[in-house]
């Protein structure tokens, strides 16, 4: 399986590699869209994007064969004068590209119109610009020399801390899933979030001899009730067998 980390961000971008990682319990985030095609928003697609602690817990835990890539410098950003020859051409090539896709384009709205009786307006034109879209450069084709091991990684103290919490909840049987939307580091699921729907918010791990922010507390109950979820505070012990540790809340002392 191959993983490319770009800085902190794994990615995935084969889809056979992405169903093997769905069917070992890691969900990730589709994060791929079409810039000039906004909608496509709400219809992501690959690479896949994994957190820090999923990439440790596949190198470290999994029974997965991983081989971690690094993001890497093509060869034309080595200087400037090949990083501004290489950004030209890119540009000379993407205007030919849009003036023969705006021809293309403009010849099959005027046929269709035609055949309906119609004739074209000076203003279709500008509709017609949406449509548009960029190839973007591969480059796979660069001389990209940044191939390294699991060994080379140096996660910091704060993924250690998270690896640490989510490999706890994986043992416990759930599927993680980043929690930030509902206010917490993670949303747990029971399975598979396309079968079953989460009931439970957890938040930032502490250490284990960190105060609790009251306010933080109260503030991540409100917005996980707001969801319908339980909202459960994490600790994460420096030294000891028991690795995590969990705090749920419940409202009470109303009426």
């Known amino acids: 399986m191959r993983i490319v980390l770009i800085g902190e961000t794994p990615l995935v971008f084969n889809l056979d590699d992405i169903r093997q990682l769905r069917q070992h319990g890691i969900v990730g985030v589709l994060s791929g869209t079409l810039p000039s095609l906004s909608q496509q928003n709400?219809?992501?697609?690959?690479?896949?994007r994994l957190m820090m602690e999923e990439l440790l817990w596949l190198l470290w835990d999994s029974p997965l064969d991983v081989n971690v890539v690094g993001g890497g410098l093509p060869h034309f950003s080595k200087d400037?004068?090949?990083?501004?020859?290489?950004?030209?051409?890119?540009?000379?090539?993407?205007?030919?590209?849009?003036?023969?896709?705006?021809?293309?384009?403009?010849?099959?709205?005027?046929?269709?119109?035609?055949?309906?009786?119609?004739?074209?307006?000076?203003?279709?034109?500008?509709?017609?610009?949406?449509?548009?879209?960029?190839?973007?450069?591969?480059?796979?084709?660069?001389?990209?020399k940044s191939e390294?091991?699991?060994?080379?990684?140096?996660?910091?103290?704060?993924?250690?801390?998270?690896?640490?919490?989510?490999?706890?909840?994986?043992?416990m049987g759930f599927t993680v899933h980043p929690g930030g939307r509902f206010g917490g580091k993670y949303v747990v699921y029971p399975g598979d979030p396309l079968r079953f729907h989460s009931h439970v918010v957890i938040s930032e791990p502490l250490e284990d001899d960190e105060p609790l922010?009251?306010?933080?507390?109260v503030a991540g109950a409100r917005?996980?009730?707001?969801?319908?979820?339980?909202?459960?505070?994490s600790c994460v012990e420096a030294k000891g067998e028991e690795?995590?540790?969990?705090?749920?809340?419940?409202?009470?002392?109303?009426?």
């Open 42 to 48: 709400v219809f992501l697609s690959v690479p896949l």
């Open 80 to 144: 400037v004068k090949s990083g501004q020859i290489h950004g030209q051409q890119s540009a000379l090539r993407v205007q030919e590209s849009f003036e023969q896709q705006r021809l293309q384009r403009w010849e099959n709205h005027v046929r269709k119109l035609r055949l309906i009786g119609v004739e074209p307006q000076p203003g279709d034109s500008n509709l017609l610009e949406g449509s548009l879209f960029m190839q973007t450069h591969d480059s796979r084709k660069d001389d990209v």
């Open 148 to 171: 390294h091991t699991s060994s080379e990684l140096n996660p910091t103290a704060d993924q250690i801390r998270h690896y640490k919490l989510y490999r706890k909840l994986r043992q």
């Open 213 to 217: 922010d009251f306010l933080q507390m």
């Open 223 to 233: 917005l996980a009730t707001t969801v319908k979820k339980s909202y459960v505070a």
């Open 243 to 255: 690795e995590a540790r969990f705090y749920s809340f419940e409202w009470a002392g109303f009426g």
